[in-house]
């Protein structure tokens, strides 16, 4: 049903010079680093996945056990914040604002002063709160920014600037998820989780 009402743009039947896999990515790095909206966004995140992504994972279950009492807190977070993706996903079949990057980076706030607020032992309720508004603002953004690639890189260029996408935005996660557990230890969970959230707020505000 949902494909039903794709309208997909002509890609063109002008035959493809034949290249090598080189060429293709510099062809397709020029693409991103010519738009300071696509390389800056994904720098972004990088970093953001590092400080706050890996950090999430690897220890909000164990600040859920120390401030809540367990580690299903955890859980109920991610419950919570999925059902926010879920209609952030229904709103982004209708709602297109004119300024739809503008709107969906600062939706993308909510998320690392969900994981701030978690960190720092705010009242459950207001975390909760902050975890479907999470879900739902990384889930428009999502949708907007694929959105804007489609329409505004070349088709046959597309794919590569997806793939640069992918790779730097997660480039990092390994390293956060290595430096995790030592830093922790060393710090305090809550700590390297509210440090990490921070660091991301204001990667992703700037």
């Known amino acids: ?14 035959p493809q010079e034949r290249s090598t896999v080189l060429a293709d990515l510099r062809g397709g790095w020029r693409e991103v680093r010519s738009r300071t909206w696509v390389w800056a966004t994904i720098a972004a995140f990088t970093v953001a996945v590092l400080a706050a992504y890996a950090q999430w994972y690897a220890l909000a279950p164990l ?3 120390q401030v809540h009492g367990s580690a ?3 859980g109920l977070l991610e419950s919570v914040a999925g059902g926010g993706a879920v209609v952030g996903a229904l709103a982004g079949i209708r709602w297109r604002p004119r300024r739809p990057m503008v709107i969906g980076l600062l939706l993308t706030l909510i ?4 994981s701030l607020a978690f960190a720092t032992a705010a009242p459950l309720p207001v975390v909760v709160a902050l975890s479907f508004g999470a879900g739902l603002g990384f889930t428009l953004f999502e949708v907007w920014w694929a959105t804007a690639l489609v329409r505004h890189i070349p088709p046959q260029a597309l794919s590569r600037v997806s793939a640069y996408d992918w790779m730097g935005s997660l480039a990092l996660l390994p390293l956060g998820f290595a430096i995790a557990g030592p830093l922790a230890g060393a710090l305090g969970a809550r700590t390297v989780q509210g440090v990490g959230a921070a660091v991301a707020l204001a990667v992703l505000a700037l």
Do not use: K, S, T, Y
């Open 1 to 14: 049903e949902l494909l039903r009402h794709l309208r997909p743009r002509a890609r063109g039947d002008v």
């Open 63 to 65: 600040v859920a056990r």
């Open 111 to 114: 998320w690392p002063i969900q």
């Open 72 to 74: 299903g807190v955890f």
